[in-house]
């Protein structure tokens, strides 16, 4: 707890653009619960270079992503925005609980399984401790609650159980964080192969719909949408293109995916296509225009940046002192002193 409420932690990756899963399944519960908890909201770019990255890029990245938090309706007077990197307390809670986790847990992750095939030349240490930051990132804030897609279930609960083994040896450190996962959007799939999931890193860019995508872009990439030969649009397993095109459509309409399948009973995938990319056009549309205002206002971005990374240090900072003295670390003379 903070003050009154509880606390909200949660980060994206500064890789690749951001799709509309990404949006979707995350930034936009981000924004639907930011009032009723205390919101730490992180850009992690040290997640980022577990995959070779070019500096002026993933720089470049980095600050639009947090651009796009902001964008997307988080106020950044109430909530925490901040790059991961500017608060050391990350990497230093990440070796410590690193001593608390086992190498067998963490060659389950599928993840990094997934990632280590994809980038078979750079099987790095990073790639293979990634969940261990993810759960210094989430444990330093005692978060309450993290909401993310369902590709992240597994390393959240990771996190939970780094956090119950440690509590277990020297009492109650941490909080025992929950998942939010929304209803809907959890898992967006693949434009081309509803089989996989929606993801920055696919190569065929008509897979993906990018949160900076231009209207006509997003209504091409769903008019080429793979669906079946059924003709009917139904909410079932049995229709997994169709399926992922009512989720998309629902999450940005707001309508059950029973009311979807009544407003398009008896209608083609033609004009379903065309709504559902009229829909996503009506929620990016705003939202790419703020991301352009907001890249002209570089003073106040810069000034969002400084006052929340020295926020984010405070808090993060008490937790790492109170676990540096659990595991038994001296006391700063300093800090003795001042008490
Ligand atoms: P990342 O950057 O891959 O994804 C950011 C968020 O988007 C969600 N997501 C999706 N949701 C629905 N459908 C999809 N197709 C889809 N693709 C991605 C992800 O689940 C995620 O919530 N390791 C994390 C970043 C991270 C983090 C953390 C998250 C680092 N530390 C602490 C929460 C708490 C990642 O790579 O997410």
Redesign the pocket.
């Known amino acids: 707890m903070i003050g009154d409420k509880k606390v909200l ?5 500064a890789t690749g653009s951001l ?1 509309l ?2 949006y ?3 930034l936009k519960n981000w924004v639907s619960l930011s009032d009723e908890y205390e919101c730490f909201y992180s850009v ?1 770019d040290m ?1 980022s270079i577990t995959v070779r990255q070019d500096p002026a890029e993933l720089r470049k990245r980095a600050r639009a992503l947090l651009i796009l938090y902001i964008a997307a309706g988080l106020d950044p007077e109430k909530n925490t925005i901040y790059y991961q990197s500017h608060v050391s307390a990350h990497a230093e809670l990440a070796w410590i609980l690193n001593c608390f986790t086992y190498m067998g847990e963490l060659s389950r992750m599928t993840q990094f399984k997934d990632k280590s095939a994809k980038h078979g030349d750079n099987i790095n240490a990073g790639l293979f401790t990634y969940p261990v930051l ?1 759960a210094a ?2 444990l330093l804030y005692q978060a309450d609650v ?1 909401p ?2 369902i ?2 279930m597994q ?1 959240l609960e990771l996190t939970r159980d780094i956090a119950m083994r440690f509590n277990a040896i020297y009492g109650d450190v941490f909080t025992i964080p929950e998942a939010y996962v929304g209803k809907q ?4 799939m693949s434009l081309q192969d509803p089989s996989k ?3 920055k890193s696919d190569e065929n860019p008509n897979a993906s719909v990018y949160l900076m995508d231009d209207p006509d872009t997003v209504r091409r990439k769903l008019k080429r949408a793979v669906t079946d030969s059924e003709g009917a649009v139904r909410y079932r397993d049995e229709q997994p293109g169709v399926k992922n095109l009512i989720d998309i459509y629902s999450v940005c309409t707001g309508k059950l995916p029973e009311e979807v399948e009544r407003e398009f009973e008896g209608r083609g995938y033609g004009e379903f296509k065309e709504a559902v990319g009229e829909a996503v056009v009506s929620v990016l549309s705003p939202l790419q225009k703020r991301v352009k205002e907001l890249e002209k206002e570089k003073e106040y971005i810069d000034t969002v940046i400084r006052n929340n990374a020295e926020k984010a240090e405070m808090t993060a900072r008490r937790t790492l002192r109170k676990v540096q003295k659990k595991v038994g670390f001296p006391e700063r003379v300093r800090e003795r002193e001042q008490k």
């Not at 932690?9 to 990756?13: D, K, N, P, R």
């Open positions: 932690f949660s980060g994206m990756q799709t899963g990404n979707l399944g995350a992690v997640h993810m990132d989430i993290v993310v897609g590709d992240q390393h959007g959890a898992k967006i999931k929606m993801s």
